[in-house]
């Protein structure tokens, strides 16, 4: 009795993990709709694209292109069109495409350019990159609509290279000075050209800019890119114990962060 | 002994050879950016004379379209300028006062040709021309020696770590201060802006530090019986806050709270987190409202989420009046994690010191069909209210269009309800 129970246990458990294989590269049960971010929406997009209703980058964000490709797949296949990817859309999806995740992931990562269209082979579909020099990653962060990719680096590397040892609030606040700089009529009008103005910041003249920023560097310039700013407004910031110029004593200063004083 | 002081001229020779090489190297590395100096310093000086005489050439005209190019090159001539003068290793001091004045001029020069002031451009511009022309003749003697022949790259090293008032522009920074403050005076409704950044208006009562804490508390539970290190802002700061800096298990952060009336501009916290979704979008929809809730901020709308490795970012605007408008510059900003759901991060800055709205502005009907070309569809349209150029707060149409093929391209465009002025254009990815 209790080895036809085993057995039972047995069957069932290698029955799931036969069906298993052809469910991993289906949906998890998260609703899925604007603002999303991540394998879903790469597997939505790739899903979508495969029918033709997506022709934009397979990048794991849900912008506005996946959410007209959704509601133009809703209206279609006769489902709720609200854009909002639940259980019916993904069933349907499912149903009628195929994802080849472990291609399409090879792709993102190599940087390659591709598309992931039903009905060409997919090795017909990989237009090159690679390298850097063709699609990105997958977008490492979904960033807020009037601030690139380009600007995450920059601003990450500055604050990596300015405030690596401050706390996490400094580094933000390392940050949230550059954009500062960027709606005062006093400096220039692009991230590059503040961080790169000459004898605007110690890590371009010493170099330190070129290290390569960590992850906590590029979450705090994400968070100052969402608006957070810990320097109540300031536009610069000096170190009190090695800082020889007269002048930015004579700013009116605001408060101190670690080894920072952030003024006007 | 032989082989040794054999060996040691070997030494010192490669010793030498690879000195000169690194002196070889520092020189030609030198020559380089003194070239790149040189040159920036000949195209802002160039630009300089350029823009001085395109503002003198646009006294001449009266004809709408002859002033108009006009305008347009000004605007472009002062951001070529700037784009000069931000390469050069000036004084931080000596590059604002400039990128300020020169802006202000190509900022002049837009307005006037988006909105055909052309007289009142006749009455400032000609005092500005004259100082203007001052300006160049003193840059250019500012200026000389770095054409000298010496070839000295100690000069241009020099410029940016001198004290203003015993550099070679010490002149110019005087008189671009002074110029700016008698040609660009600031208007009511920049002055309105920069008070709202500096938040002097509060009348509220003041709190203890202990106060401020309790209301952090009671805002964030999930902070409590922390351990909290709290300073005030600095004496020279436009408005006394507490800042509060802590520590609870994993998680350290901070919080900037005012000291009249205990408002919380921002708080942030940092811990690790999972980056496996633990919760729905919809529930960190019901947390945020959860949270506004006990923050008593009833007049707020969802306005975007974004999602990433590990949080949602959410932003919320303040919601006015019959038409329901959302009130962009009153924007409430959230960071909730991923993992559970808790709130990391809160910014209310903008928030607490509201914008005084005009509700009568009047709203005159668009007819988008003619308004955009044909093939572009209007999905979604509300009212807000938010800044032009000039710093006003105005009623504005907000538009979702894109363009009826494949690519499904959208556009968010911003027109003001009144005068159909459009304020801003941006492609939604």
């Given at each position: 009795m209790v080895r036809s129970i085993f057995m039972t246990i047995i069957l069932t458990l290698g029955t799931f993990a036969i069906v298993k294989p052809s469910e991993t590269s289906a949906f998890s049960s998260q609703l899925i709709e604007r603002g999303s971010f991540g394998d879903d929406v790469i597997e939505l997009q790739a899903r979508l694209q495969w029918l033709g209703y997506y022709n934009g980058r397979i990048d794991g964000i849900f912008g506005y292109g996946t959410y007209w490709a959704v509601r133009n797949f809703q209206k279609e296949f006769g489902l709720d069109i609200d854009g909002v990817v639940g259980s019916s859309t993904k069933k349907n999806l499912v149903n009628s495409t195929e994802y080849h995740e472990d291609w399409v992931k090879q792709q993102i990562d190599r940087g390659n350019q591709f598309t992931h269209y039903g009905g060409t082979p997919l090795s017909q579909q990989v237009k090159g990159g690679g390298g850097g020099s063709g699609?990105?990653?997958?977008?490492d962060m979904q960033l807020p609509?009037?601030?690139?990719e380009r600007d995450l680096q920059l601003m990450a590397n500055a604050v990596y290279g300015e405030a690596r040892g401050e706390p996490y609030e400094g580094q933000v606040a390392v940050a949230a000075v550059i954009l500062n700089r960027l709606e005062s009529p006093d400096f220039p009008n692009t991230i590059s050209d503040i961080i790169f103005q000459p004898g605007a910041f110690t890590a371009v003249a010493d170099g330190q800019i070129w290290l390569t920023p960590n992850e906590r560097a590029k979450q705090a310039v994400l968070d100052a890119m969402n608006g957070w700013d810990p320097t109540e407004n300031a536009l610069y910031y000096f170190n009190p114990q090695t800082a020889t110029s007269k002048w930015i004593w004579s700013r009116p200063q605001i408060k101190q962060i670690g080894d920072h004083i952030f003024c006007y | 002994m032989k082989s040794a002081i054999y060996l040691l001229s070997i030494a010192v020779l490669a010793l030498g050879l690879y000195s000169y090489e690194v002196r070889q190297e520092n020189t030609n590395l030198q020559q380089t950016v003194h070239a790149q100096y040189t040159n920036a310093l000949t195209n802002a000086s160039e630009r300089l004379t350029n823009l001085q005489e395109a503002i003198s050439q646009s006294l001449l005209f009266q004809d709408q379209v002859a002033l108009e190019a006009q305008l347009d090159n000004i605007w472009r001539m002062s951001n070529e300028f700037r784009s000069s003068i931000s390469s050069l290793p000036l004084s931080t001091e000596v590059a604002n006062d400039w990128l300020r004045y020169v802006g202000n001029i190509g900022e002049e020069a837009k307005y006037v040709a988006d909105n055909g002031d052309f007289e009142e451009w006749h009455k400032k511009m000609g005092k500005i021309n004259e100082n203007l022309k001052a300006l160049s003749d003193e840059w250019t003697v500012a200026t000389t020696r770095f054409y000298e022949n010496d070839g000295d790259f100690k000069k241009w090293a020099s410029v940016a770590t001198q004290e203003t008032k015993e550099s070679p522009f010490k002149n110019v920074s005087a008189n671009l201060k002074s110029y700016t403050e008698t040609d660009f005076p600031l208007t009511a409704s920049e002055s309105d802006w920069k008070k709202k950044q500096e938040l002097q208006n509060l009348t509220d009562k003041e709190l203890t530090k202990e106060q401020a804490i309790d209301k952090l508390e009671l805002l964030i539970p999930g902070i409590k019986d922390a351990t909290y290190t709290v300073t005030k802002s600095k004496e020279t700061a436009p408005y006394p806050f507490y800042h509060i800096q802590f520590v609870k298990g994993s998680r350290i952060g901070y919080a900037d709270i005012t000291v009249k009336g205990g408002h919380i501009l921002s708080f942030l916290s940092e811990r690790p987190v999972q980056e496996?979704?633990?919760?729905?979008q919809q529930q960190i929809k019901d947390r945020v409202y959860q949270f506004l809730g006990r923050a008593g901020y009833k007049d707020l709308q969802l306005v975007e989420m974004r999602e990433n490795h590990e949080a949602w970012h959410i932003s919320l605007a303040r919601v006015v009046g019959k038409d329901k408008a959302l009130v962009y510059p009153d924007g409430v900003q959230l960071k909730v994690s991923k993992d559970s759901g808790e709130l990391l991060g809160f910014n209310a800055m903008e928030y607490v010191q509201k914008e005084t709205v005009d509700e009568s502005q009047p709203v005159n009907p668009i007819d988008w069909e003619t308004f955009f070309r044909p093939g572009t569809i209007v999905e979604e349209e509300r009212l807000i209210y938010t800044e032009n150029d000039a710093f006003q707060l105005r009623k504005c149409y907000e538009v979702i269009a894109r363009f009826d093929n494949k690519l499904n391209e959208t556009f968010r465009v911003v027109v003001d309800t009144d005068n159909h002025d459009v304020i801003k254009v941006e492609y939604m990815p």
């Amino acid at each position: 009795m209790v080895r036809s129970i085993f057995m039972t246990i047995i069957l069932t458990l290698g029955t799931f993990a036969i069906v298993k294989p052809s469910e991993t590269s289906a949906f998890s049960s998260q609703l899925i709709e604007r603002g999303s971010f991540g394998d879903d929406v790469i597997e939505l997009q790739a899903r979508l694209q495969w029918l033709g209703y997506y022709n934009g980058r397979i990048d794991g964000i849900f912008g506005y292109g996946t959410y007209w490709a959704v509601r133009n797949f809703q209206k279609e296949f006769g489902l709720d069109i609200d854009g909002v990817v639940g259980s019916s859309t993904k069933k349907n999806l499912v149903n009628s495409t195929e994802y080849h995740e472990d291609w399409v992931k090879q792709q993102i990562d190599r940087g390659n350019q591709f598309t992931h269209y039903g009905g060409t082979p997919l090795s017909q579909q990989v237009k090159g990159g690679g390298g850097g020099s063709g699609q990105s990653k997958s977008s490492d962060m979904q960033l807020p609509v009037k601030y690139s990719e380009r600007d995450l680096q920059l601003m990450a590397n500055a604050v990596y290279g300015e405030a690596r040892g401050e706390p996490y609030e400094g580094q933000v606040a390392v940050a949230a000075v550059i954009l500062n700089r960027l709606e005062s009529p006093d400096f220039p009008n692009t991230i590059s050209d503040i961080i790169f103005q000459p004898g605007a910041f110690t890590a371009v003249a010493d170099g330190q800019i070129w290290l390569t920023p960590n992850e906590r560097a590029k979450q705090a310039v994400l968070d100052a890119m969402n608006g957070w700013d810990p320097t109540e407004n300031a536009l610069y910031y000096f170190n009190p114990q090695t800082a020889t110029s007269k002048w930015i004593w004579s700013r009116p200063q605001i408060k101190q962060i670690g080894d920072h004083i952030f003024c006007y | 002994m032989k082989s040794a002081i054999y060996l040691l001229s070997i030494a010192v020779l490669a010793l030498g050879l690879y000195s000169y090489e690194v002196r070889q190297e520092n020189t030609n590395l030198q020559q380089t950016v003194h070239a790149q100096y040189t040159n920036a310093l000949t195209n802002a000086s160039e630009r300089l004379t350029n823009l001085q005489e395109a503002i003198s050439q646009s006294l001449l005209f009266q004809d709408q379209v002859a002033l108009e190019a006009q305008l347009d090159n000004i605007w472009r001539m002062s951001n070529e300028f700037r784009s000069s003068i931000s390469s050069l290793p000036l004084s931080t001091e000596v590059a604002n006062d400039w990128l300020r004045y020169v802006g202000n001029i190509g900022e002049e020069a837009k307005y006037v040709a988006d909105n055909g002031d052309f007289e009142e451009w006749h009455k400032k511009m000609g005092k500005i021309n004259e100082n203007l022309k001052a300006l160049s003749d003193e840059w250019t003697v500012a200026t000389t020696r770095f054409y000298e022949n010496d070839g000295d790259f100690k000069k241009w090293a020099s410029v940016a770590t001198q004290e203003t008032k015993e550099s070679p522009f010490k002149n110019v920074s005087a008189n671009l201060k002074s110029y700016t403050e008698t040609d660009f005076p600031l208007t009511a409704s920049e002055s309105d802006w920069k008070k709202k950044q500096e938040l002097q208006n509060l009348t509220d009562k003041e709190l203890t530090k202990e106060q401020a804490i309790d209301k952090l508390e009671l805002l964030i539970p999930g902070i409590k019986d922390a351990t909290y290190t709290v300073t005030k802002s600095k004496e020279t700061a436009p408005y006394p806050f507490y800042h509060i800096q802590f520590v609870k298990g994993s998680r350290i952060g901070y919080a900037d709270i005012t000291v009249k009336g205990g408002h919380i501009l921002s708080f942030l916290s940092e811990r690790p987190v999972q980056e496996h979704t633990g919760i729905t979008q919809q529930q960190i929809k019901d947390r945020v409202y959860q949270f506004l809730g006990r923050a008593g901020y009833k007049d707020l709308q969802l306005v975007e989420m974004r999602e990433n490795h590990e949080a949602w970012h959410i932003s919320l605007a303040r919601v006015v009046g019959k038409d329901k408008a959302l009130v962009y510059p009153d924007g409430v900003q959230l960071k909730v994690s991923k993992d559970s759901g808790e709130l990391l991060g809160f910014n209310a800055m903008e928030y607490v010191q509201k914008e005084t709205v005009d509700e009568s502005q009047p709203v005159n009907p668009i007819d988008w069909e003619t308004f955009f070309r044909p093939g572009t569809i209007v999905e979604e349209e509300r009212l807000i209210y938010t800044e032009n150029d000039a710093f006003q707060l105005r009623k504005c149409y907000e538009v979702i269009a894109r363009f009826d093929n494949k690519l499904n391209e959208t556009f968010r465009v911003v027109v003001d309800t009144d005068n159909h002025d459009v304020i801003k254009v941006e492609y939604m990815p």
